[in-house]
């Protein structure tokens, strides 16, 4: 900034005193909703593409401010890791979902699962496997019912580190699951180094199953790579029922997506059970 000229330099620096004042304005907004219990989990149903059996859930958070608004977690979310904040607030979110999953009584059937995501922010906290394992002695729900989900995004910089966390989390009992697969760098043999449990093809992959020969032939490829390596598939995003049909014919083991169900409330998903 030194090396700008007078009246760009005032005008940088203005710039960033905006920028400073709307992410503590952000950072305030995130923190009161958090003292408020204004955030809200949703829970997405997956179902078994074999026999339609409900097998588990996603939870997804929502934001419902004071207003009544009702905001979707890609509008907070980045803000939320940009403050630091998504560490405690993910934490509310792993501690609600597990309270909800014990709720349900899947804390004996190892069938049913609850899945949160996990953000590399949170993943990067140095007492993270201490914290997921404190809230399930908390809540007491099984270890094998909690489905953690990463995106690649954590796993390029600290590879080591990130062996060792997974290692824990293995350990610990919880299952590993990566994230929109497919967008990224990872590589199969990757995901076996990284214990992996599961894999969530990317949605856009299949949103593209039906336009595009070769996003196909990549889902195949996905679903009959992961089958050798004895990692379960989850589709995510079927809104169809050609898609869903597919990837059935295909070998995916679990279904995600609006074809099924959209993200429901914890009463509506009451009603499944
Ligand atoms: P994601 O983990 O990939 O979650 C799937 C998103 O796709 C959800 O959006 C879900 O509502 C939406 N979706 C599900 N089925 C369909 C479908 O058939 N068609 C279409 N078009 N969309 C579908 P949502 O709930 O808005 O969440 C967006 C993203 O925000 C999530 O993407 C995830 O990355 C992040 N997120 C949500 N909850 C949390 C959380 O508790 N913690 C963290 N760190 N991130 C979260
Ligand atoms: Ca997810
Ligand atoms: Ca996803």
Same mark, same amino acid.
């Given at each position: 900034? #030194?090396?700008?000229?007078?009246?760009?330099?005032?005008?940088?620096?203005?710039?960033?005193?905006?920028?400073?004042?709307?992410?503590?304005?952000?950072?305030? +907004?995130?923190?009161?909703?958090?003292?408020?219990?204004?955030? =809200?989990?949703?829970?997405?149903?997956?179902?078994?593409?074999? /026999?339609?059996?409900?097998?588990?859930?996603?939870?997804? %958070?929502?934001?419902?401010?004071?207003?009544?608004?009702?905001?979707?977690?890609?509008?907070?979310?980045?803000?939320?890791?940009?403050?630091?904040? &998504?560490?405690?607030?993910?934490?509310?979110? @792993?501690?609600?979902?597990?309270?909800?999953? $014990?709720?349900?009584?899947?804390?004996?059937?190892?069938?049913?699962?609850?899945?949160?995501?996990?953000?590399?922010?949170?993943?990067?906290?140095? /007492?993270?496997?201490?914290?997921?394992?404190?809230?399930?002695?908390?809540?007491?729900?099984?270890?094998?019912?909690?489905?953690?989900? *990463?995106?690649?995004? *954590?796993?390029?910089?600290?590879?080591?580190?990130?062996?060792?966390?997974?290692?824990?989390?293995?350990? %610990?009992? $919880? =299952? @590993?699951?990566?994230? /929109?697969?497919?967008?990224?760098?990872?590589?199969?043999?990757?995901?076996?180094?990284?214990? $992996?449990?599961?894999?969530?093809? +990317?949605?856009?992959? &299949?949103?593209?199953?039906?336009?595009?020969?070769?996003?196909?032939? @990549?889902?195949?490829?996905?679903? +009959?790579? +992961?089958?050798?390596?004895?990692? #379960?598939? *989850?589709?995510?995003?079927?809104?169809?029922?050609? =898609?869903?049909?597919?990837?059935?014919?295909?070998?995916?083991?679990? &279904?995600?997506?609006?074809?099924?169900?959209?993200?429901?409330? #914890?009463?509506?998903?009451?009603?499944?059970?």
């Amino acid at each position: 900034a #030194k090396a700008l000229g007078g009246n760009r330099r005032t005008f940088y620096s203005e710039e960033m005193v905006d920028a400073v004042t709307r992410k503590l304005a952000v950072e305030l +907004a995130l923190r009161h909703a958090l003292e408020q219990e204004e955030f =809200q989990l949703y829970y997405q149903p997956q179902i078994r593409s074999c /026999d339609g059996k409900l097998v588990g859930v996603e939870a997804l %958070i929502r934001w419902r401010t004071g207003e009544g608004e009702l905001v979707s977690p890609g509008e907070f979310i980045p803000l939320a890791e940009e403050t630091g904040l &998504i560490v405690p607030i993910g934490e509310w979110v @792993i501690r609600t979902a597990c309270c909800q999953a $014990v709720s349900w009584q899947c804390g004996g059937k190892a069938d049913f699962q609850m899945s949160v995501n996990v953000s590399p922010r949170q993943f990067q906290e140095p /007492d993270f496997v201490h914290r997921v394992s404190a809230i399930l002695e908390e809540t007491k729900l099984s270890p094998e019912c909690l489905v953690l989900e *990463i995106t690649e995004g *954590i796993s390029i910089q600290e590879e080591e580190r990130t062996v060792a966390m997974l290692t824990a989390l293995k350990e %610990i009992g $919880v =299952q @590993i699951s990566m994230d /929109d697969f497919g967008t990224g760098y990872s590589s199969l043999s990757y995901l076996h180094r990284f214990q $992996v449990d599961s894999l969530k093809i +990317a949605q856009s992959f &299949i949103g593209g199953i039906f336009n595009s020969s070769s996003q196909a032939a @990549i889902v195949k490829a996905i679903l +009959a790579m +992961a089958g050798s390596l004895n990692l #379960k598939v *989850i589709a995510e995003g079927v809104e169809t029922k050609e =898609q869903f049909e597919f990837l059935q014919a295909n070998g995916c083991d679990w &279904i995600q997506g609006y074809y099924f169900y959209r993200p429901l409330t #914890k009463e509506q998903v009451e009603r499944l059970l």
